[in-house]
């Protein structure tokens, strides 16, 4: 029952992640007119992207049907400690990058990789710590939800989509250096993109 119960609750939590994340940051970002982004890396934002979109749209769009029961039993399937630990991540993950997102990108905050106007860099609370930390949340957020929501599939989709926001990460701080006045010494004094002390 608990673990039926965790299950229902972080797919509740995903899905207000999914519609107020990405339709209340239309209102936030509406006013901060866009210049054209840079084109020459495009190949691995397109890459990035298409491994993030397809294998997180296949581990969200399973999670209704395991809280329904219509999966067999998969290793983990009724371990509360396990269940309840991925909750944590995942939720953990979730509120992180709401806080990040709303707390200190806010106008900046954009879909894709590119240069807003009036666009600077900020270096304050997390940023401090690490380059991108909104994509930073998902490395709790996908395998929190494997945890959770335990078909096989979830395993390589959540490698497939961790392997995109490092992808991400590497293009978008590529293109900012080239596009972001003094992002090349934020680099110097941030020297990790995801994860402290490792890369």
Request: glycine fraction near 10%.
């Amino acid at each position: 029952m608990i673990v039926l119960f965790l299950r229902w609750f972080i797919f509740a939590c995903s899905l207000t992640w999914v519609l107020v994340y990405f339709k209340a940051g239309t209102s936030i970002v509406k006013d901060a007119p866009r210049k054209t982004p840079d084109k020459s890396g495009r190949p691995v934002f397109v890459v990035a992207m298409l491994c993030i979109g397809f294998a997180g749209l296949i581990m969200f769009l399973s999670q209704p049907l395991i809280c329904l029961g219509l999966f067999a039993d998969f290793l983990w399937m009724n371990s509360v400690w396990i269940t309840a630990t991925g909750a944590v991540l995942t939720g953990m993950g979730i509120a992180f990058e709401f806080y990040v997102r709303y707390k200190y990108l806010r106008r900046f905050w954009s879909g894709g990789v590119e240069i807003r106007e009036g666009h600077r860099i900020v270096s304050e609370g997390p940023y401090g710590v690490i380059r991108h930390p909104l994509y930073a949340g998902n490395l709790a957020i996908y395998p929190g939800a494997v945890l959770v929501f335990p078909a096989w599939w979830n395993v390589p989709a959540c490698l497939l989509v961790i392997a995109g926001y490092f992808l991400l990460a590497a293009y978008e701080d590529g293109f900012l250096k080239a596009n972001l006045p003094g992002y090349g010494e934020y680099r110097k004094t941030v020297k990790y993109r995801l994860l402290p002390g490792i890369w």
